[in-house]
């Protein structure tokens, strides 16, 4: 089986959806983050700090912390898509006043309501990793 890496209209799609993203990210757009994850149980993320099984531990999440992500500067971003209805997009960042780099890994898949997030991973660096 051969699969189609990078198609334009779907790179394109990814890209503009992961700068959606991050801008909720960073403005603690708490409903625009849930709405780019997929609705379902099968949903994770790995935090730096927790472990989320399903969209109901992501919301809980999103919902009890106070001021949202801390602010941070992308440094580098790869988006790679598979075919026309999945993508990775993986990124380095550094929180703002801070020292240690951290890494976010994200698998969308394009849904009938969109692309979503189906899993997510944040870590940070041990300094001098």
């Known amino acids: ?23 909720a990210l960073m403005e603690n757009d708490i409903d625009r983050l849930d709405a780019l994850f997929w609705n379902d149980s099968h949903t994770l993320r790995y935090g730096v700090g927790e472990n989320l099984y399903g969209i109901s531990e ?24 598979f075919g026309d209805d999945m993508g990775v997009c993986n990124l380095e960042f550094k929180r703002q006043g801070g020292s240690r780099i951290g890494r976010q890994s994200q698998t969308w898949m394009k849904t009938a309501d969109g692309w979503r997030i189906v899993s997510a991973h944040v870590s940070l660096m041990q300094d001098g990793s």
């Open 58 to 81: 992501i919301r809980d999440f999103r919902k009890g912390r106070a001021g949202g992500s801390p602010q941070r500067d992308v440094i580098r971003r790869e988006i790679v898509t």
């Open 1 to 23: 089986m051969s699969v189609a890496i990078n198609l334009r209209d779907p790179l394109d799609e990814l890209t503009a959806v992961c700068d959606q993203y991050e801008t």
